[in-house]
């Protein structure tokens, strides 16, 4: 059996009683089956207070090398004024070189437009830190009323083929870009 890849699911929002939650734990059920990825959570609330990560870790060097570790990106954003939560801007600041060549994908929600202004925002910043932003990605337009009070999907089969197929392109680019990091280290391509 090949090894799994590492997974990283990014949430964008670090509001109190933010509904990234739901969006992120619905992602989270449907990928912790997965054969391919091993799931690995990074979240800016956690990061901000440091809860969860230990009282001698410090936030900085844990989250550079969690990026460093994983091998693909799923950021779960809403969309705040049409573009993309601060918190989110923060960390993806935070840290340079470990982003470089991997893929990224995009679970996007928020009112009418499902996010996607925000994802469109988000393509520009990971390209100039130098990662494959994938075409492919899933999209909540009016969130709240996808999921019941549990926070499960009324129709989960309608957000399966987006998500599977993202999933796919996800898998191939992280195998291409795992091995090619492998084979020539990003950092020497160019001086
Ligand atoms: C400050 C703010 C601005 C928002 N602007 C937009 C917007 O421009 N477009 C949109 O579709 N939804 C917008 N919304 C709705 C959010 O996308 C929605 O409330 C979402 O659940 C917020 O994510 P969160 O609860 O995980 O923080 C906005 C919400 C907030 C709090």
Known sequence: MTEKMTLAVIYGS?????FCDTVANWLIRELSASDTFSLTIIDPARLRTSRGLGAAVNPGEWLERKIAEADAFIVVTPEYNHGYPA???????SVYEPWHAKPVAF???GGASGGIRAVEQLRQVFGELHTVTLRDGVA????WSKFDAAGNLYKPEELRAPLFLM??????????LKQARKSKPYNEVAA
């Open 140 to 143: 909540f337009p009016k969130a």
């Open 87 to 93: 918190a989110l801007k923060e960390l993806i600041d």
């Open 14 to 18: 670090a509001r109190q009683g933010r």
């Open 167 to 176: 999933m796919d392109r996800l898998t191939w680019w992280a195998r291409v």
């Open 107 to 109: 679970v996007s929600y």
